[in-house]
């Protein structure tokens, strides 16, 4: 491991905090020192408060930020003199500990304290670093680890035997600092945890940091160990029907709505097809912070597509699950059984999380997991702490606090929706309102619009022409291999054609409007209809108009399409029920914010009613208009939990309409 210190970057730093953030950061950009939160760092220093008074402050990460991109709003400054009080307690819970950090906040908007501050604050250095740097605890995992790291760093490092984080940690950590002289050390070894460094300054603690790991990448090296690391030749090949079944499989024992990620590469498929793979996953994480991330072991699967087999091997990990927490419960609530990640012979690493951004922190640390796991086993045997320890963390006071304190989630969080038409107008608002609620979307049109209507990893937008239908089973498997399956169809896409009276009709225009206001959905439910049965609470809601009910003068086309799409959807719910699909149908009418109607457009369908473009926008009984977002609050409704005994139904969103009452 190289540094990566500027020098002239950092003379353009205006304060010790900006440098702190900086030096951080650089921390950060390492993946094999820290993943997703992992590490914290901290600066001794000196605030001057409200009142005038100089006091001194641990200036330490906020919990849970990343250090990758993290600035000086990230870091909190606690007392001092709080953090030494609570030092030299002889015991303390960790809750009690956090509310402290709390009340010791010099500012109460900053993030919450790092668990670890107190630790930070017993290091008479001004500068602290600290990392769960991979290659130092891969060799701390090894056989004879502790042993190994004193050939490796002699004096010139404390050495302290693992201990849960938390009050415990500090505690043993002021045990092993008494009566030493810190300075001479360049930093300390956590046994099975991780690294400190320190110094006086912001690059010593930084360089002493990347030397001590370097030291120990090193030692692998010559060891031999990272040619031992397997690839497969070629890339993992999944099924999207398979990979839906065992994300349904999953999402069965977790209770929830889940995302899978695969990780189909040349590594993660090597790693899935050691013949050791049952006995090296089965002894648990490279760090025990990842519990709480991916339990203690993951799933492993064999090469097989079958339904039954994939159930066989979850049934028996949860078995073992359950009696995991028999053997270690104190007095905690069980967590959900099922797996957060799984080994899959042959084809790769899925991961899953309530969202794709979970999911993906899955996926980043069960790769480098696997790869430390392979190096460990290299150096003589991959072993982790014991069980007893893993569970401590997992079942941690604080965790458990967040189970009782049941915060409530996004109602469609872990759910996996698909929107036509999702560029614009009906389409963009339920794709956005989706969002709001949880849901994974994946977005189809052919307008590239449909790239910018959200934003982050749980929106995939793909350019579609819905009348293909070999473009539109394409892009549905390609959902499905994004976020692992489907839960919720909103077939949308449809396009409002100019008047033409029956007598005037062409045959190309007849045409064009029934290939999209009707065949494209029957193609978008075929395509979609194997995902949708093995989805999560599948729910399918077809976008039709209050035309069907109610059709007017010129509309001949479109009001045979959308009466056709109606018939479509009343098979689909008869047919889709047997599955748990849920087919339901809105019939808007007079939403006039989308880009279907122009200016002219409405003046001209005005006319066909006698009335002036401003009658013809509140031609309803509630004189209201019709917007948008009306329509996607009643869709999104329709697809949620309030509407789970509810399939065949027609919703008008009309503002009322006589010839519809
Ligand atoms: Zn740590």
Redesign the pocket.
Known sequence: MKSRWDEMYVRTLSSELALRAYSSRLLGLEEDLVLHG??NTSLKATVNDFAGDDIPVLWVKGSGADLAVINESGFAPVRMRTLLAMAERETLTDSDMVKHQRAAMLDPDAPLPSI?AVLHALIPLAWVD?T?ADSVVTISNAPGGDVRLREIYGDSVLYVPYVM?GFDLAKAVRAVLKGRDVRRYEGMVLLH??VFSWGDTARESYERMISIVDRAERYLENQGTLEKVVSSPTRGSVNPHALGELRRQIAAVAGVGMVARIDASEAAVGFASRPDIEAICSRGPVTP?HVIRTKRTPLVLPDTEDGAVIAAHLAAYVEEYHSYFGRHRRDEIELDPAPRWCVWQGRGIVSFGRTAKDADVVADIARHTARCIQVGEALGGWGALPEDDIFRMEYWELEQRKLRSKTARPELEGKVALVTGAAHGIGRAIVLRLRELGANVVGLDRDEAVIDVAKGREYLPIRCDVTDGGAVEAAISAAVMTFGGLDLLVSNAGSFPPSERISELSDVHWEQTLALNLDSHMKVLRSATPHLCRGIEPSVVFNASKNVLAPGPGVGAYSVAKAGLTQLARVAAIELGEHGVRVNLVHPDAVFDTDLWSPELIASRAKNYGMSPEEYRRRNLLKREVRSRDVAMIVTRLLGPEFAATTGAQVPIDGGNLRVI
């Open positions: 992992g590490g670890e600290h769960h984080p945890h991780g912070d």
